[in-house]
């Protein structure tokens, strides 16, 4: 009789780098058969890398994998699934204009070429009852909620016999109910014998649903446990790693009678799809305060910074740049009373990408003088000031006339924040200023910004990174489905308290006992 | 395996020697389909290529082809460089010369320089509001900019042929043209016995002032943004709607004035032929000019001395369309070969394992 | 009774145009079935107008040479065969800019088929399509109208219908769907995306030589410099239009026959409106049934990634 084998999965010091990044520094693994595996770790930790080098989408540098102890070669997506293995990704891989059963069976060798939609729809059926995936086979995939969409994903897995089941940060966009109902189905796949490995930065969820936690940081394992072994607090920290530490930051005086830079009244604004992305905003920033705004991505923040710049319409509300308001709400008339952007999107909206260094450093002053002479532009102090900007804020760069769409992430945004912090702007709005830097641009990004504050420049802080949030933020502020909780003074804000706020747990960021 | 990654810089020598070869291999293809069908282009090639560049009247009449090609190739440019595809320049041509030809068959009896003006005005006029009136769907609502131009062609053709047969048809003949104008309203040659007229001053002043404009003003900035990156030049804060408008007025101008030109210096009355396909040819020397006005200048020599060659091959039996091939064959290979220029192809093989460990030493010790 | 035949009249002549815009739309529901196809695997073909103009030249000048107009289609499948795969290259693994390539693949085309079809202009044809005598049908008028058509045009109304069943019901069809409006995603589970899209471009410019082939061997047996008329350029808006969807083109293309119909029947029929004007009806129309169809229609059809070159990331 053939041993059951314990381990569905080993992999044996795999590595992976990119340009200029470690991604995965010979990490080593161990998946018992029949468990949930979460993987947990800070964005940009190597996670992901990992689980897409496991499903074929990524070639790992070096590195075994084995399958039941059988050395596995993955050299491709197909390769994966015949192995039985099956990922779900955070951005999910369905085709927007086919139906939920087609996208179910799109690619499958066994499918006849003409599609029986009898048996279909009812192999689907069979399959959502066992697991409690509620799914409308006929529904075009565009009108599903993001939760529909991702029991689609575990169906199409489930369709073709995974039997290890990847899931990538899967409730970062889920509802509290939905989290559970996708808990419910998961423990019933463990029932059913199979395998599921479960990425996530969130460790409540982990600690309610995993059975063993593997900690990732920098790209290496920091340690592997059972859950029964650990605690919250032990996780936050290995995840972490060194206590947040605190780049020394004037304590802000007292700021009760300055007047506000930016006040916004009752926000509401639609997104892309029509649907309503914030609620009745409202927020007000003083002098020189940094206002940081916490929360997953989605929740609204992409949408509120293109609304305080002119680039996303309001369907009601107000806006106050220094008590005056804002009627015309275009582009133009923000950059014209002091509001910088340092965007999310970098490369599609923050640079023009075949231009070269100069002509991108200097988009916010080339109307003023001394570059703007009469109509024409002087291109000999252009480059003289573009150069200055750039040496300033250490953009590193081949020729400052080279196409910026070449240089690297961190100084294309060290590029951009040259531009935005050197035009005497009242207020900068930064999303996500640091997302998928290295730690010394890291450092320099949050020194830039820190000495606008000095110089009375008001930051309206928008990011993911709970760090940087507590590192930079006078006040701090959670963003949750379009609404936003009141100020609290950063003194009063822990991991913890914010955390459950930005889960939607709390309404508003809790009195900690101190 | 082969492995296709950006190249670091665009080479301007691989753009150089892309456009050579192109043109070299179709040639070559030219001759073999030419042989095909029994005609012997070889020795006709030699002789009527060195009779249009290398011989002074072939030169001169050059320049001539070189005003309204080098003035489309621009209305090309202009809206492209804003992010829009001008295909139907040849439309915007005759809508100019149909101005200045109703101008001057209506006024025959004003001053020269106020008469010739006037002509320019109208066909600027003309042309600019039909440019104004093909970019109009795609703002308002999403119809684009290549079917409105691209049908526009036939819709001015079949005007410039009533007009021609009825409304201001020449009672002296029954060929299909308008009675020819006054003197007044013709452009005085600016090299004697040639038909180079003084329309080549204004082209080259428009090639270089455009081109100037583009480069250095703000306006030429802003327009440049707007076609490099429409969201970040929005994010700039640029109004992109207005510069839309703005450049295909302005490339549909070019075009306009170009049939301004070419009625008034060359042909002197309006014919359902003066454009000899002067827009399609101008997209081809647009794009192997890579946009630049200033190698339109150079380029597009070089396609009028095709154009004039082909009239030349014509008379000497050789069918005139192979021209129209070249330029299609010039133009696919210089995009077949621009993959060349901008993707570097390199033979990659399975590295070494201690190589890509000495790489990761590497990248840590940065980090 | 003189009031009964009038109104038959004018039903006969409404029959009569819908009849003549069938097979004036045949050319036109070829090339469109085929820009469906390529387009949506997120193929842009703006070199139809060639395809259709080497088509037409080719089908004459086979037809005229072997006397055999079924040999005559087989040359020009096989010739736009070869061109097309020669243009699916220098689009999809060339990642050339597609719409300037077809623009230069058109001006190339109307070169070699011009001087390719030199000795044909003016030649008699020898064997072309005609219409089908369908003895059945001479007791019944309006049907004879509407039936009594040459072969290609039920073969191109069947390749449309088929090209829907394809599209909507097969697993193939979903293949090509998301090669254009989610490449990625049909990359990652297996399916190879540059295979499908050479396929159906290629079999684009299959479709568009029959139906330039149309003209020249049924429509008006001839050849002629210029005999497309910006036809292929028609096609691109009636892909539009029909939001991609064979069945759709069918209508679009019959439509758009009736306008060239109309033009000449106006002229016919008296109309005070200058012949030239009235010849400008099928390529103004084009523009006017979009700018409807989008006021119409808010939600966006085209395949997300038309246009763009799919280039796998590999990491």
């Known amino acids: 009789m053939e041993r059951i084998i314990k381990n569905i999965l080993k992999l044996k010091n795999i590595v992976k780098t990119f340009p200029g990044v470690v991604a995965n520094d010979y990490i080593n693994l161990q998946v018992k058969r029949g468990s949930i595996h979460a993987l947990l770790g800070e964005n940009g930790a190597g996670k992901s890398t990992l689980m897409n080098i496991l499903a074929g989408l990524y070639a790992s540098d070096s590195g075994e994998i084995y399958i039941n102890n059988k ?112 808990f419910k189905t998961l423990r019933e796949m463990k029932g059913q014998g199979k395998t599921i490995i479960f990425i996530s930065h969130k460790l409540n969820e982990v600690m309610d649903i995993a059975d063993m936690i593997t900690v990732l940081r920098n790209g290496k394992v920091i340690k592997t446990m059972k859950k029964t072994d ?62 940081g705004i916490a929360g997953v991505s989605g929740n ?55 231009f070269n260094c100069i002509e991108n450093v200097i988009l916010r002053i080339y109307k003023k003088k001394p570059i703007k002479k009469g109509l024409m532009l002087d291109f000999k102090k252009a480059s003289e000031i573009g150069n200055q900007l750039l040496n300033r804020y250490d953009v590193r760069m081949s020729s400052s006339y080279m196409p910026v769409k070449l240089l690297s992430g961190g100084n294309i945004q060290k590029l951009i924040l040259a531009r935005e912090l050197s035009c005497n702007s009242q207020l900068i709005i930064a999303m996500h200023p640091t997302y998928g830097l290295d ?21 309206l802080l928008i990011s993911e990174d709970l760090g940087e949030i507590l590192t930079l933020s006078d006040e701090i502020s959670v963003m949750y489905k379009g609404e936003l909780t009141s100020k609290r003074s950063r003194k009063y804000c822990t991991i913890e308290n914010i955390g459950y706020a930005m889960m939607g747990i709390d309404k508003e960021i809790k009195e900690e006992k101190l | 395996m082969i492995k296709i990654e950006s190249r670091r810089t665009t080479q301007i020598s691989t753009a150089i020697w892309v456009g050579i070869l192109s043109v070299l291999i179709s040639l070559l293809i030219s001759i073999i389909v030419l042989q095909f069908m029994h005609y012997h282009p070889i020795k006709i090639f030699l002789t009527v290529f060195s009779k249009t560049y290398l011989r002074l009247d072939g030169i001169l009449e050059n320049l001539v082809s070189l005003i309204p090609l080098s003035l489309c190739s621009l209305a090309v440019v202009v809206p492209a460089k804003a992010g829009f595809w001008n295909i139907g320049v040849e439309a915007q041509f005759y809508m100019g010369a149909i101005g200045a030809t109703g101008i001057a068959l209506a006024f025959p009896n004003l001053p020269g320089l106020f008469l010739i003006s006037l002509m320019l005005v109208a066909g600027i006029l003309l042309s600019g509001l039909f440019g104004f009136i093909c970019i109009i769907p795609k703002i308002k609502w999403g119809v684009s900019e290549i079917l409105t131009t691209l049908l526009s062609i036939f819709i001015v053709n079949y005007f410039v042929k009533y007009l021609v047969y009825y409304a201001w048809e020449d009672p002296k003949t029954v060929a299909a043209q ?149 330029k299609g064959l010039i133009l696919l290979f210089v995009l077949a070969g621009e993959t060349l220029t901008f993707y570097k192809f390199s033979w990659v093989r399975e590295k070494k394992k201690s190589e890509k460990i000495k790489k990761i030493e590497k990248a840590q010790i940065s980090n | 009774m003189k009031e009964a035949s009038k109104k038959l009249m004018d039903f006969r002549t409404i029959v009569w145009i819908i009849s003549m815009g069938m097979t004036a739309g045949t050319p036109l529901l070829f090339s469109s079935v085929g820009e469906v196809l390529s387009e949506r695997a997120g193929v842009l073909n703006i070199g139809i107008e060639g395809f259709m103009l080497m088509g037409a ?121 998301a090669a254009g409006d989610d490449p990625s995603t049909l990359d990652s589970l297996g399916i190879n995306v540059i295979v499908q899209r050479y396929i159906y471009t290629t079999l684009g410019s299959i479709l568009a030589g029959i139906g330039g082939a149309y003209l020249s061997l049924a429509y008006s047996p001839s050849w002629i410099e210029g005999m497309v008329a910006g036809r292929g350029w028609i096609t691109i808006a009636i892909v539009n239009f029909a939001l991609w969807n064979p069945l759709y083109a069918i209508g679009g293309a019959y439509l758009f026959g009736i306008f060239y119909i109309l033009s000449f029947r106006l002229e016919a029929a008296g109309i005070a409106v200058p012949s030239y004007f009235l010849r400008m009806l099928p390529y103004i129309s084009p523009i006017i049934v979009l700018i409807l169809s989008k006021l119409r229609n808010k939600k966006n059809y085209m395949p997300k990634y038309l246009c763009l070159p799919y280039i796998r990331e590999v990491k």
């Not at chain 1, 926000?267 to 940094?290: M, Q, T």
């Not at chain 1, 730690?439 to 930051?459: D, M, P, R, Y």
């Not at chain 2, 004035?257 to 060359?266: D, H, P, R």
């Not at chain 3, 219409?131 to 309006?142: A, E, G, I, N, V």
Request: with cysteine.
């Open chain 1, 71 to 182: 050395k596995a070669r993955i050299n491709g997506p197909k390769d994966s699934i015949n192995l039985g293995i099956g990922m779900v990704h955070q951005h999910y891989k369905l085709v927007d204009t086919l139906k939920v059963a087609e996208n179910i069976i799109i690619g499958l060798p066994e499918q006849k070429w003409m599609i029986n939609n009898r048996v279909l729809f009812d192999k689907i059926a069979s399959l959502s009852k066992k697991y409690n995936l509620l799914v409308r086979p006929n529904a075009l995939v565009s009108d599903l909620s993001i939760g529909e969409k991702q029991r689609v994903e575990i169906i199409k897995m489930l369709y073709r016999n995974v039997e290890i089941l990847i899931l990538d940060e899967p409730t970062s966009v889920l509802a509290p109910q939905e989290c559970q109902n996708l």
């Open chain 1, 439 to 459: 730690v010394s641009v890291l450092n320099k990004v949050h020194k830039f910004l820190l000495k606008e504050q000095e110089n009375g420049v008001a930051i």
């Open chain 1, 300 to 354: 609204g923040q992409k949408e509120l910074a293109e609304a305080l710049t002119g680039l996303r319409p309001l369907v009601n509300g107000r806006i106050f740049i220094q008590g005056k308001e804002m009627r015309s709400l275009k582009p133009i008339n923000f950059i014209n009373n002091g509001i910088s952007h340092i965007p999310a999107d970098r490369i599609g909206v923050g640079i023009i990408p075949d």
């Open chain 2, 178 to 326: 308008t009675p020819e104008f006054v003197n007044a309203a013709k452009l005085p040659i600016l090299i004697p016995d040639s038909r180079l007229h003084y329309g080549f001053i204004l082209a080259v002043l428009l090639v270089l002032g455009i081109g100037f404009i583009l480069k250095r003003t703000i306006f030429g900035y802003e327009l440049r943004l707007t076609g490099a990156n429409p969201r970040g030049a929005e994010y700039a804060g640029i109004d992109i709607k207005k510069y839309a408008y703005f450049s295909m007025i302005i490339g549909a101008a070019l075009a306009g004035i170009a049939g301004v030109l070419e009625v008034s210096g060359v042909v002197f009355r309006l014919q359902p032929t003066i454009s000899a396909d002067y827009g399609f040819s101008a997209f081809v020397i647009a794009w192997v000019s890579r946009l630049s006005p200033i190698a339109i200048l150079f380029i597009g020599y070089l396609f009028s001395g095709l154009e004039v060659a082909g009239f030349k091959m014509q008379m000497m039996g050789l069918p005139s369309s192979i021209v129209a091939m070249l």
């Open chain 3, 57 to 177: 030249m080719t089908g004459f000048m086979v037809s005229y040479q072997t006397g055999n107009k079924w040999i005559a289609l087989l040359a020009v499948i096989g010739v736009c065969c070869i061109l097309g795969l020669i243009f699916s290259f220098v689009l999809i693994t060339l990642r050339a800019n597609q719409i300037a390539a077809g623009i230069a693949f058109t001006i190339l085309c109307a070169g070699l088929s011009t001087i390719l079809g030199k000795p044909f202009i003016g030649v008699v044809a020898r064997d072309t399509f005609k219409k089908l005598t369908l003895s059945s049908l001479d007791k019944f008028p309006l049907l004879q109208l509407l039936f009594k058509k040459d072969l290609l045009v039920f073969i191109a109304l069947a390749l449309a219908i088929i090209a829907w069943v394809f599209v909507y019901k097969t697993k193939y069809g979903l293949h090509l769907r």
């Open chain 1, 230 to 291: 650990t605690e919250p607090r032990k996780l936050a920290r290995m995840m972490v790693g060194k206590e947040i530490e605190s780049i020394s930051k004037n304590i802000l005086k007292d700021l009760k009678r300055v007047e506000p830079v930016l006040v916004a009244e009752d926000l509401r604004v639609l997104g892309d799809e029509g649907e309503i992305v914030l609620n009745n905003i409202s927020l007000s920033i003083k002098k020189g305060e940094i206002l």
